[in-house]
């Protein structure tokens, strides 16, 4: 069976304090801990307990890629911007994903090229994707997202 949990926007903590927010957000964990798949997109990993609902989640079974969901984070980077290989260490956001999510990103360097190729940032071990060129600029690649979630 499929969960879907959705909180958006900001002052998330404000919004889960109150119905029907306050409700999804009591779903979460379990939906995190069931989910076949994790798409997340346009979040900045600032919020300390939805992090810790991630990564309670993909800290099991580190070492057996198959026993986690596979997850794409669909996200914006200037062009300037670095990969997630090489902010992991020292970037709030970067370090955050990686950490709630239990990966590293291989490759370093700017983020254009990735942008400019249509391609993800990648961890296939595991089984983690980053998509930096924007929410709106992924619909063309649906079709490979949901390969990628369906791995």
């Known amino acids: 069976m499929r969960w879907a949990t959705l909180i958006a926007g900001v002052y998330k903590l404000d919004q889960l304090l109150t119905d029907p927010a306050q409700t999804f957000y009591a779903a979460l964990v379990q939906h995190v801990h069931q989910a076949d798949c994790v798409l997340i997109a346009g979040y900045g990993f600032g919020d300390v307990h939805i992090n810790r609902a991630l990564k ?67 961890d296939y071990h595991h089984r983690a994707w980053v998509w930096h060129g924007g929410f709106l600029e992924c619909w063309p690649l649906l079709d490979e997202i949901v390969k990628r979630l369906n791995w």
């Open 56 to 122: 309670n989640r993909f800290t099991r079974s580190p070492y057996n890629p198959n026993g986690r969901p596979p997850i794409i984070l669909l996200t914006w980077a200037p062009e300037a911007g670095r990969s997630i290989g090489s902010r992991q260490n020292y970037e709030f956001f970067a370090w955050e994903f990686t950490h709630s999510i239990n990966t590293r990103f291989p490759e370093s360097g700017p983020v254009a090229p990735f942008i400019d190729e249509d391609r993800f940032e990648e």
